[in-house]
């Protein structure tokens, strides 16, 4: 189970800890984990930490639309095999990634997927796979310096609800 560095965790309780995405090139882009070492899926959680999951995400989201204003937030569910708990990716989408994802040729076949009649060009699936590839997991290479963690942990921890 991962165990992150302390600067980059924003809070503990006693079945959950959320932690800056320490790669990622989004500021403000947070994980929640279980400490439950042996759930990997919901029904292996106790029904005190479904109870508390709700709550915590409620105050992550709540703290990144103070701290840093994204236009979106979408959380996601990770973790179904032994080693890799249930966890979930908590994503601010800001106006800055639309225009990286318009303007990257990799991405363009998004554009033949989008419905004129929905509100957003990109759905959530688009901002995961352009985000987790290249701002994660190429992040060196987006030209975007890197987030401050101590920073953003220390403006999210401030607004906290």
Request: glycine share 4%; with cysteine; proline share 6%.
């Amino acid at each position: 189970m991962f165990t992150p560095p302390p600067n980059s965790v924003l809070t503990q309780t006693d079945h959950w800890r959320i932690n800056h995405n320490l790669q990622s090139r989004v500021q403000g882009y947070l994980m929640l984990s279980t400490l439950d070492s042996n759930a990997y899926e919901f029904d292996q959680l106790s029904h005190e930490s479904l109870s508390e999951m709700g709550l915590i995400i409620e105050q992550a989201v709540t703290a990144i639309k103070n701290a840093f204003k994204p236009k979106h937030i979408f959380v996601s569910k990770y973790g179904v095999e032994p080693g890799n708990v249930i966890h979930f990716h908590i994503i601010p989408i800001y106006d800055w990634i639309d225009e990286m994802i318009a303007a990257d040729e990799n991405y363009s076949f998004i554009e033949t997927l989008y419905d004129p009649n929905l509100p957003m060009k990109y759905d959530a699936a688009d901002y995961l796979l352009f985000i987790w590839r290249e701002l994660t997991e190429k992040a060196h290479q987006s030209g975007i310096d890197p987030v401050n963690i101590d920073e953003s942990i220390q403006i999210l921890k401030n607004c906290l609800s």
